[in-house]
C-alpha cells in the first residue's frame, strides 16, 4: 500500500503542509509507504490543449512527468490546498488540467482511494466547498473518493493563518478530521484489497 500526498500551497512549511503531514503520518504509523509532493519546490506548466496527449506523450518539459508518475504507482492520493476564493489555488489547478494525459491514456488514476483537505483562514472560508472542487477532479478520474464521517463530511477542514504559517497546530478540530480523513482511506483501501 502506497500513500501520495500532494501539497498546494505556494508556501512551504505553511499551514496547509502541516494539515497534510497530520494526514500522512498516520499512514506512516500503520507501516504505509508514504510520499509528499510539495507544488511550491515543483515546476508546473499549463495545459494549453494542444491534444498530443490524446496519441503521445505531453510536449511540455517541466517536473509533471515525476508527478504523474509518483500518482499512477499509488494505491491513494490525499489532495491538500490553502483555500483561495473559496477554491483551490492556481498551482493545483494547473496540476488537475495536466492530468489529462492519465485519463486519456488507460484511466490510470481509476479505482485509486482519494482525499481532499482544504486550509482556510477563516473557521468557515470555504474548505468545504474547496475540497469538493478537489473530489469533483477526483470522480473524473473515476477515484473512490473518501470523506469523513465522523467529524466532518467533506475530508480534512483545517484553520490556517495569512500570516502566521503554523497557526494549523493549534487547530485540534481540524487536524483530527485529517487523522480521521486518512483513517477512512486506509478503511477503503483495505476494502477494496489493497496490500
Ligand atoms: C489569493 C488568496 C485568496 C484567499 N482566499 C481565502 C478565502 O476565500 N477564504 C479564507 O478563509 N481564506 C482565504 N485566504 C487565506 C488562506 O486560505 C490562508 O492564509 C491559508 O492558511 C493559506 O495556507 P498556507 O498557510 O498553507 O499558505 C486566501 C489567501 C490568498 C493568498
Not at 509533471?64 to 499512477?72: A, C, F, N, V
Amino acid at each position: 500500500m502506497k500513500v501520495v500526498g500532494i501539497c498546494g500551497s505556494p508556501r512551504k512549511g505553511g499551514n496547509t503542509e502541516i494539515a497534510l503531514r497530520e494526514a500522512m503520518k498516520v499512514f506512516e504509523e500503520r507501516g504505509i509507504e508514504t510520499e509528499t509532493i510539495l507544488l511550491c519546490e515543483k515546476d508546473i506548466r499549463y495545459c494549453v490543449h494542444c491534444n498530443t496527449c490524446l496519441t503521445d506523450p505531453c510536449p511540455i518539459q517541466d517536473d509533471i512527468p515525476e508527478i504523474l508518475d509518483k500518482m499512477i504507482f499509488s494505491d491513494g492520493i490525499v489532495i491538500a490546498s490553502p483555500v483561495y476564493h473559496s477554491d483551490v489555488t492556481a498551482q493545483l489547478k494547473a496540476l488537475f488540467d495536466r492530468t489529462l494525459p492519465l485519463r486519456r491514456q488507460g484511466r490510470k488514476l481509476k479505482n485509486k482511494v482519494g482525499g481532499a483537505i482544504a486550509v482556510a483562514q477563516a473557521r468557515n472560508g470555504g474548505q468545504e466547498i474547496t475540497c469538493s472542487q478537489i473530489h469533483k477532479w477526483m470522480l473524473f478520474q473515476e477515484m473512490i473518493v473518501a470523506v469523513d464521517l465522523n467529524t466532518t463530511h467533506f475530508g480534512g477542514t483545517v484553520q490556517g493563518d495569512r500570516i502566521r504559517l503554523d497557526a494549523a497546530k493549534d487547530d485540534e478540530i481540524g487536524l483530527e478530521t485529517c487523522r480521521n480523513l486518512a483513517l477512512r482511506m486506509i478503511e477503503l483501501m483495505e476494502l477494496i484489497g489493497v496490500r
